[in-house]
Nanobody
Framework: QVQLVESGGGSVQAGGSQILSCAVS????????IGWFRQAPGKEREGVAI???????TYADSVQGRFTISRDNVGNTLYLQMNSLKPDETAMYYC??????????????????????WGQGTQVNVSS
């Protein structure tokens, strides 16, 4: 049973920082793909960052250099450190996971398509 539970959302001023956490259970190892995604009102869900089973990370161009995805294997926790936040990054943030089953975690870039396990989301509001 795969479970993903996000936490850490809230309000932050533009330019500020915030860290999100995702408690992960039921999926791990070299064939696991886990990542962060976000969806703003009226917009499609987009990929933010993905980490594969070997620790290789891919970021969206829009967050490169400002966001950091990491994992705590001992605590089974995924993190997203967000720095220099912008108002247009107000969104519901989700963690998600899938099995590679021999394929790359990045077969479809950072698209949410193919990720079958999702958390409930945590809201991040960035004010001006």
């Amino acid at each position: 049973q795969v479970q993903l539970v996000e936490s850490g959302g809230g309000s932050v001023q533009a330019g500020g920082s915030q860290i999100l956490s995702c408690a992960v259970s039921g999926i791990s190892g070299s064939t696991a793909c886990i990542g962060w995604f976000r969806q703003a009102p009226g917009k499609e869900r987009e990929g933010v960052a993905i980490i594969d089973g070997y620790g290789i990370i891919t970021y969206a161009d829009s967050v490169q250099g400002r966001f950091t995805i990491s994992r705590d294997n001992v605590g089974n926790t995924l993190y997203l450190q967000m720095n220099s936040l912008k108002p247009d990054e107000t969104a519901m943030y989700y963690c998600a996971a899938r099995w590679t089953l021999g394929s790359s975690c990045y077969y479809n870039g950072l698209s949410p398509s193919g990720f079958g396990y999702w958390g409930q989301g945590t809201q991040v509001n960035v004010s001006s």
